[in-house]
């Protein structure tokens, strides 16, 4: 464990938060390592210089396997940071986690954009199956982007679509120019399917309405219902038509995601748009500078639906599973634009926190990808992360696979459906 500081101060409260904090050791247990872990003990530091606090961050990649192990022989970190909210939901209906403090859920809700969202994402039942506000989100991810080349659609005439119709409008616009619109591709080694996943979520949410999402989620809404069906058929309006597809809609399976960028930097073009998430320039031509040679735009919503301006990301949950006050206090200072802001210093972070200053971004792609964040209405977690495994990163993905391919949706909803149905 890396030591971030020894105890200075004896005592401290914290960005107006009562009650003094004697100087304790805590100890920080998260996905983090490499770059992401510098970057997490440069906030915990300026934490421990703050409250005088003894902080260690402790980073592994089998942080999931891990976590579970430490809880359940007594030898938790005080604070665990979850990149999966599902499973910080079964450690807390096992009585592994603490709430945190009175008022906390109140500020996640006036200080945070969609701040419901967020509240409801860290909100799970405790051992006897009521409601506690488990969850503080910090460092969070945006799926719901479009990413282009600037000086193709200059050089086309092409106009950045603010609505899904126009969007469509867009697409039928490129193919009657004679090109080819969307590079789409699902291989992804044992994971094939998954990107297919991100579209039917953002398609879920701009079709039906959050509650509806949550429901199927839960699987209160079964797979097969019309509204899922709805919305893979959606995705396959984009996917399944082979005017609309670099390489024809056969291609979409078996083209690897990590290729399937590409073709927006050929010459010509193979393609004019790519659905994907924020870490999708790592697998950009070698010297790509995003925000000119390559930019995104949001994944609009249809303006005849009244659903607002959804957003589908990932991130991380913070939760204390083993109590002291050092642990609460690093809950109130998460809650400081400071925290936030030494982040943004730095590179891969995103926040919905309308305080924070955004002159604090580093890095201007950043910045812009952080507005999509602050102007949702609506956040939604990755639903096949909340999936049982087997469905989520599962059935579901070879479901999407299946239906690239052909396969009725009806179909392949019901088939998802019936592998849920077995886990019961």
Same mark, same amino acid.
């Not at 909210?85 to 009585?95: E, F």
């Given at each position: 464990m890396k030591k971030l500081l020894l105890a200075g101060a004896a005592a401290f409260a914290l960005s107006g938060y009562s009650g003094l904090a004697s100087a304790e050791q805590l100890t920080v247990f998260g996905p983090w390592l490499g770059p992401d872990q510098e970057n997490v003990e440069a906030v915990l530091k300026v934490f421990a210089d703050k409250s005088g606090h003894d902080v260690r961050y402790v980073g592994s990649d089998s942080f999931e396997q891990q976590i579970v192990v430490d809880l359940? &022989?007594?030898?938790? !970190?005080?604070v665990a940071v979850f990149p999966?909210?599902?499973?910080?939901?079964?450690?807390? &209906?096992?009585?592994?986690? +603490? !709430?945190l403090r009175d008022g906390v859920a109140d500020?996640?809700?006036e200080n945070y954009a969609a701040g419901d969202s967020w509240v409801a994402l860290g909100t799970y039942?405790?051992?006897?199956?009521?409601?506690?506000?488990?969850?503080?989100?910090?460092?969070?991810?945006?799926?719901?982007?479009v990413w282009y080349v600037p000086e193709n659609f200059e050089d086309a005439g092409y106009e950045v679509p603010t609505t899904m119709e126009e969007l469509k409008a867009l697409t039928e616009q490129i193919v009657a120019d004679g090109e080819t619109p969307w590079c789409i591709g699902l291989g992804s080694g044992a994971a094939t399917g998954w990107p297919a996943t991100d579209w039917v979520?953002?398609?879920?949410?701009? @079709?039906?309405?959050?509650?509806? /999402?949550?429901?199927?989620?839960?699987?209160?809404?079964?797979?097969?219902?019309?509204?899922?069906?709805?919305?893979?058929?959606?995705?396959? $309006?984009?996917?399944?038509?082979?005017?609309?597809v670099a390489g024809?809609?056969?291609?979409?399976? =078996? @083209?690897?995601?990590?290729? =399937?960028?590409?073709?927006?930097?050929s010459s010509p073009p193979q393609c004019y748009m790519h659905h994907q998430a924020s870490f999708i320039p790592a697998f950009f031509p070698e010297g790509t500078a995003v925000g000119e040679d390559a930019d995104f735009f /949001?994944? !609009?919503? /249809?303006?005849?639906?009244?659903?607002?301006?959804?957003?589908?990301?990932?991130?991380?949950? $913070?939760?204390?599973?083993?109590?002291?006050?050092?642990?609460?206090?690093?809950?109130? /200072?998460?809650?400081?634009?400071?925290?936030?802001?030494?982040?943004?210093g730095l590179k891969g972070f995103l926040t919905p926190f309308k305080g924070v200053n955004p002159d604090a971004f580093s890095?201007?792609?950043?910045?812009?990808?952080?507005?999509?964040?602050?102007?949702?209405? +609506?956040?939604?977690?990755?639903? =096949?992360?909340?999936?049982?495994?087997?469905?989520?990163?599962?059935?579901?993905?070879?479901?999407?696979?299946?239906?690239?391919?052909?396969?009725?949706?009806?179909?392949?909803?019901?088939?998802?459906?019936?592998s849920w149905d077995a886990l019961k």
């Open positions: 359940e &022989a007594g030898s938790a !970190p005080n999966q909210p599902g499973l910080a939901s079964d450690m807390a &209906a096992r009585g592994f986690l +603490t !709430p500020w996640l809700r039942k405790d051992a006897s199956g009521a409601d506690q506000f488990y969850g503080f989100p910090f460092k969070n991810d945006v799926k719901s982007l979520e953002d398609l879920m949410l701009r @079709t039906q309405s959050p509650e509806d /999402y949550d429901a199927w989620i839960s699987n209160d809404l079964k797979f097969d219902d019309p509204k899922v069906i709805a919305a893979i058929e959606e995705f396959g $309006w984009f996917a399944r038509n082979d005017d609309f024809g809609s056969g291609a979409v399976a =078996s @083209t690897d995601f990590r290729d =399937s960028p590409k073709g927006l930097f /949001y994944f !609009p919503a /249809y303006a005849d639906k009244d659903l607002g301006t959804p957003v589908l990301g990932a991130g991380t949950t $913070w939760v204390i599973t083993n109590e002291n006050q050092a642990a609460h206090d690093l809950i109130a /200072y998460l809650q400081t634009p400071e925290a936030h802001e030494t982040w943004m890095d201007p792609t950043l910045r812009k990808m952080n507005e999509v964040l602050l102007n949702a209405t +609506t956040f939604r977690f990755d639903g =096949s992360d909340l999936m049982p495994g087997a469905v989520g990163a599962g059935s579901f993905w070879t479901g999407m696979v299946d239906y690239a391919g052909g396969k009725p949706a009806a179909d392949v909803a019901a088939e998802i459906q019936k």
